[in-house]
Nanobody, 127 residues
Framework: QAQLVESGGGLVQAGDSLRLSCLASGPTFSSYAMAWFRQAPGKEREFAAGINWSGDTTEYKDSVKGRFTISRDNAKNMVYLQMNGLKPEDTDLYYC????????????????????WGQGTQVTVSS
């Protein structure tokens, strides 16, 4: 099972930007879709952005479209989430997840489709 380590979270003001990073272990990183989910205390983990195994297909939660950009570097086993125009409602614990299924054509958006998770990185946006 892949080990995932997120970084890049922090406390920022509304309108600021952050770049989250996720380092994945294992030689088969490039075969799996990756995604960023976020979770508030007492709430279900929700999809924010995802990218397929080859990097040519992305999906975004409606509320982050135009502000967040997911990307990956398969040579470095890294996936990134560039977050611009942050809003207080973006405050959450952000998790990096790896798809259960290799070489899937579509980007899954349900957390049950992901089998490996990092420990999370906190993003807090003040108004």
């Amino acid at each position: 099972q892949a080990q995932l380590v997120e970084s890049g979270g922090g406390l920022v003001q509304a309108g600021d930007s952050l770049r989250l990073s996720c380092l994945a272990s294992g030689p088969t990183f490039s075969s799996y879709a990756m995604a960023w989910f976020r979770q508030a205390p007492g709430k279900e983990r929700e999809f924010a952005a995802g990218i397929n195994w080859s990097g040519d297909t992305t999906e975004y939660k409606d509320s982050v479209k135009g502000r967040f950009t997911i990307s990956r570097d398969n040579a470095k086993n890294m996936v990134y989430l560039q977050m611009n125009g942050l809003k207080p409602e973006d405050t959450d614990l952000y998790y990096c997840g790896r798809d259960f299924t290799p070489l899937r054509k579509k980007v899954p958006t349900n957390y049950v489709d992901f089998g490996s998770w990092g420990q999370g990185t906190q993003v807090t946006v003040s108004s």
